[in-house]
């Protein structure tokens, strides 16, 4: 009878030991001749404690436990070796299949290996499991990142932050994500984000950096007479949003931009995208709608981040009063300088249309209107963002505040 090879592996060490036939023959030779070629046996149901110890055989199988499994391919992939990460991850995930950390460890092994189909396999296994599993989410993100599914990918770290609002990687994936879209607003947002999470994480000057480099984008050089940027808002295309309340109306219409309030209390404004700092803004508003109790204006320096939204916003009401108003952290819009809005009879009242002139100079908050200087103000909180358009009602609904013949100029240019 021929004895089969054996081989031994060492759990937790790169050396494998291969022990020949003959070997294995001396030893069993040797294990018998120590104890006796015939092992003596009791009577049937003996007591066993009689037997003395040399003569008892235990054998011992050595089963590598599941967690020294894991502990091996974090070993490996600690030190870059995805491949024999991988193999370790496949052997614990064959002695144990419940337990969503290892399918979660050979996903981030595949995706280190390119194999993004196997890691959204891999992910999409512990979130069977387990659907709360932040970390698989945000894997998941970015291997459909690393497939092309921009939108899945979104999605996934939508979910990510959702359950776990401090989990910073997901704000620097999605923001990564978002830069591919064009949505270079809100992954500055996102970055920012990362940033207040994490404000020692090794990466700060490289997405500092990052984010200098969006906000240039997002800014644009004038030209010989000073102008910045103008909209006549005749292309649908031209890159106005709303801040997405559905309590409002924002929309490109009747040649215009039109926002409406369709509650009671409520202010809806649009964005154009574009980075200022000192501007001097230029528009045409006219109320179309509703009742002549509301409010609406010129929403400059207009930032956001983890805490909420900051704007400054100069305003008129088409029953002639005016106010500068300022918002921090998705607080209450409160008055700058003015404990209530005060009246005019140079703004032009009802449906009668008003040209507003907005600037915005270091700390300087200014509002013209109809060519005459009715407020003037200072605030340091702010120092640039985006400029927008903003409309709210009190009591009544039905506002609807029509826009047009919008320009922007750098300061200092009359």
Known sequence: MRLPAFSITVWGMDSRISWTPIVWLVILMAGLSACGAILPKGAPGADLDGIEQETAIVVHTATPRFEMLLDSGLEAANRGDWAVALEFYTQAILMDGSQARSYLLRGNAQASLGNQAQAIADYDQVLAIDTSYTEAFNGRGLAKAGVGEASAAIADFDLAIALTPGYALAYRNRANVLIGQGNLNTAILDLRTYLELLPSAPDTQMIEAQIADLEAALTPQANEDGLLFADDFSDPASGWYSNGDPAAVAKYAEGGYLLGPTQANVAGWALQGLHFTDTRVEVDSMKVGGDEDNYFGVICRY????????????????????????????????????????????????????????????????????????????????????????????????????????????????
């Open 303 to 414: 930032q956001a981040n983890s805490e909420g939204e900051n704007f400054y916003v100069l305003l008129i009401s088409s029953d002639g009063y005016y106010g500068v108003g300022k918002r921090v952290s998705d607080g209450a819009l409160t008055l700058i300088g003015q404990d209530k809005m005060q009246f005019s009879n140079l703004i032009n009242t009802g449906g009668a249309a008003n040209h507003l002139r907005v600037e915005c100079v270091g700390t300087q908050l200014r509002l013209t209107v109809n060519d005459v200087l009715l407020v003037e103000t200072n605030d340091e909180a702010l120092a640039s963002g985006q400029i927008g358009l903003f409309a709210g009602t009190a009591s009544e609904t039905g506002t609807q505040i029509l826009f047009n013949d919008l320009a922007v100029y750098a300061a200092g240019d009359q």
